[in-house]
């Protein structure tokens, strides 16, 4: 349980990273889109060999694997719905200024898309005993322009800098307590239980990047978003094939 935490916690802790990052120096929005395009390219490949892939293996056959997968992101579509008529609509937008009456729904924001990354970090050690290394890079490489970008819009609305950092802490240690319930939560699930909690995480996973993260990337880094978005993708799957061959 504690390998789970501390491999969870590493994950997430390029939010902190990016947070120290963004407060020592200045990023053009361009380079924030192209590193979110990159990010956005390596979890479509964790989403496809990672999540579902391995969910089809696991209940083959059955309607278990698009089941949770519609399932994960209808749950997403509409929570991330709630959040935004609290008024966290901006919480990855890249520049935007975060005032600190919107701390709470950012919060909740930011939370609902690390949680999904992390049960499925959990859940890898729990199946293999052994960490994802894909799964793994994939979640800190996209947590990185988040954190920059909301760092961000923090200062610019006027946030002091210790706060900004705890906030970062306060996620991380969130999303690293939710890499233990994938580790322990469900070691007693069936495989098509777990078809289907792979499933959902990567249909949430799939709606972050439909809604959020691919369509900020293309408004900052412009055509540049496509070739980032492919490298990423490509050196994802290079991985994959060296952790498996």
Known sequence: MLNAFLWGLLATSSLILGGIIALKYSFGNKILGIIMAFG?????S???YELIFDSLKLAKGTGFPGFGFFSGALVFFFSDKL???LGARSHMDIGASHESSLAIPMLLGII???IPESIVIG????EGGKISMVM???VFISNLPEAIAGTTGMKAGGWKNNRIIMLWVFISLVCAVSTI???SLFSSASDHWLSFIKAFAGGAIMMVLANSMIPESYEHGGKLTGIFTVVGFFISVSMVILENF
């Open 40 to 44: 956005a390219g390596t979890l479509i």
């Open 46 to 48: 964790a989403v496809s």
């Open 83 to 85: 959040i935004e008529k």
């Open 112 to 114: 609902l898309d690390g």
């Open 123 to 126: 859940l890898g050690i729990f």
């Open 136 to 138: 793994l890079v994939a």
């Open 181 to 183: 319930a994938g580790y």
